[in-house]
């Protein structure tokens, strides 16, 4: 799905900025940032994990093989990804290089959020459907000779 290729650009994005912001810290900045545990395991290499440490893992990814439930967990999760962007937002308001590709990917989660609605809403339509059968012993089963 092409949301999932986007979501692959955000954390290309994510990555860099922390990159940019970590790639000429001092051990003493390093430190005073709290981010020595990370720095001991990590260096300053982006490691995808969550603000409190715990490693990124496809465990996190859900799918149930039913549409509804499938699209309600997009929905989450959009709603999740907005909030941990402001959220960061709220940390970094003083630096505007940071704040302003934020911005962007919360508007972006946004957009999910409002296109995944959309799906939902058709797949529920599609299935309040009135369901039309046919009956087979009723039809001339010549037609297909
Ligand atoms: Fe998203």
Redesign the pocket.
């Known amino acids: 799905m092409i949301?999932g290729t986007?979501?692959l650009a955000?954390l290309e994005m994510v990555g860099t900025i922390v990159h940019q912001l970590t790639k000429n810290a001092s051990i003493e900045e390093i430190e005073a940032a709290g981010l020595g545990a990370y720095y001991t395991d990590h260096g300053v290499d982006v490691y995808p994990q969550s603000a409190a440490g715990m490693p990124f893992s496809a465990s996190v990814l859900a799918c149930k093989g039913d549409a509804i439930a499938n699209l309600q967990e997009d929905l989450a999760?959009?709603q999740k990804?907005r909030a941990t962007y402001e959220k960061l937002i709220d940390l970094c308001r003083d630096n505007p290089d940071v704040v302003d590709p934020l911005k962007f990917l919360r508007e972006?989660?946004i957009?999910?959020?409002q296109r995944f609605g959309e799906a939902l809403r058709g797949v529920q339509d599609k299935l309040a459907e009135k369901k039309f059968y046919m009956n087979c012993d009723n039809m001339n089963t010549n037609m297909y000779k």
Request: hydrophobic share 40%; charged share 40%.
């Open positions: 949301f986007e979501e955000h999760a959009e990804a972006r989660e957009v999910h959020f």
